[in-house]
């Protein structure tokens, strides 16, 4: 890891309990003060242009003057820097953000919180010289692009429900490609489904609008994002240290400072939206920073699992529960439990450990149930967010998710939930390839032993359809057990057997009765008594061959 020589100064032993390399930890940035950049890291990017190559962009919350910082004490959080401070730590940054533009043939820098940083466009002017252009906005953002790179036909600036944005509508200059970028520095929300749909409006095409245009959406987005879609290795990927003001309020008794990942960038080509990659950028050298420590060695809390902000549309269409998108999961339960403030989407910590998070509402008795079913279930986390009000939330792990689809059900309409089931398991019996030619080639005994199968399971099912539709768990588990017992005279090898319905469902044809797995119709029924009995945990379901 590249670090400026200065940082070598500083007690290795609090270098050792910074949140990221490149933050100092509040003792330092009280003693070094001339050490401190921001308390945001900057973050490249790049662009694709069809025909030409991708711009480079560099993003980076300052830090503004007499702002709540994340890299000082909360009791003196507004008086942690003088006037002469402020102007000499602009000047380190715009002398960093020069090196990072040197080093990567930067074209594109976009500039956040620079509210009452009067002396600060000077300071940037002076840094980057006539080759640029630089736009002001008056609600705290700077957006600058290089000359030869682009014109710049018209910028607009817009605030939105605290969302506030920098739009420069520019043109690629060797291709004539309209590039609309949007500047963002969001408003704070802990769950990011409006920052989700502002921008997606933000990056759709309008009507009549040029069908090659790209757009983009980089900056600090006061919610959480994550350095790529589909890079999910284990490390640390802090771009920012929340006000210890904010954390001070959490209660926090291990580490007065909590990073945060809320830098973001995100393209729609041809109306396709995809998360673009980026990397961090060492203050003063403008190279990429990582961090080489092993993540145990990291101060971070692993459990705290955040949403993220889940638009990459390659990314959404591979994350499903129930075979459905998540955004259909979510409309479908709100629907179903009559419930609108259920969220379901992407959360992550800070390590990228990503998980599919579910809010529900404060009274929810659906969650309460949940989190008894799955208390100290590896894979699965519960936590109240305090956001505009306290909501319960889960965080589960990617491959325990048709878990909570299954409890869900079971806890809350258990009768649809187990006809679906049923049907999904008759239309594997029947329709697949496989299992016909299995039949076909098995014995006349095994043939109506198969069919004998599908015919009990179809008498099941139809005692569900007509139980009651609000059956609880109990009494459906009880017309279960009964047409279990239930017997039946059958041939196997020439010979008359009575079997219970329950065993005949257990019955495995030939080449796989000695295969090691159960049937999957007893594995169907063996999950059936196990979710609708309260008594019961939880697991995962075994597979099976029917």
Known sequence: MAAHP??????MDLQSKRLHPCFLTIAEAKDHPELVYSDHLPILTEIPVPGAKPVKAISLNVLGPMSFSGLHDATTNREWETPEQ????????????????????????????????????DILYQQLGEGWHILIDEDGLISCYKLDRFTNPSATSAVYQNHRTHSLNLIELSTATP?????VWGASNDFGDG??????????????????TIKVVVGNSNCRSTPSPTDLNQRNIITGVISTDLTKLRNRTTNPQLGDHS?????SIAGKIHQLCFDT????????????????EIPQEPYLYRPILFLDADYISRITIAHMSLQNYQNYLQEELQDNQILVGMSSNTLNDHRIFFRFSSDSAVYEQLVMTFKNQEGIHARIVKSSQPFPCLFIAIDKIE?????IHNIQFPRRYWIEQMNLHLQRSTHTFFKGWSILTASKDEQDLHQAKIDKLEELKRAFETAWLTASAEE???????????????????????????????????????????AASATLLANMERLLNPSSAISTPAAGNN
């Open 263 to 267: 830098e973001c960038a995100f393209v």
């Open 403 to 407: 878990l909570i689809h299954q409890a």
């Open 195 to 212: 920052h989700e749909q502002y921008y997606r409006d933000l990056l759709a095409l309008k009507p009549g609008e040029d069908p090659s």
């Open 476 to 518: 459906l588990l009880e017309i279960k057990n009964t047409w279990a017992k239930k017997v039946a005279d059958y041939t196997i090898g020439g010979q008359k057997v009575t079997l219970t319905n329950m065993e005949l469902m257990a019955y495995k044809r030939g080449p796989q009765r000695n295969n090691g797995k159960p």
């Open 281 to 296: 950028l060492h203050f003063a050298t403008g190279k990429i920073v990582t961090d080489s420590r092993d993540c145990n």
């Open 179 to 183: 590039l609309v970028v949007h500047n």
């Open 86 to 121: 402020t102007t000499a730590r602009y000047q380190r940054i715009a002398q960093g953000l020069k090196q990072a533009i040197n080093l990567h043939d930067t074209s594109l820098l976009l500039l956040q919180e620079t509210t009452g940083a009067k002396d600060f466009p």
């Open 6 to 11: 200065e940082h070598f100064k500083i007690n």
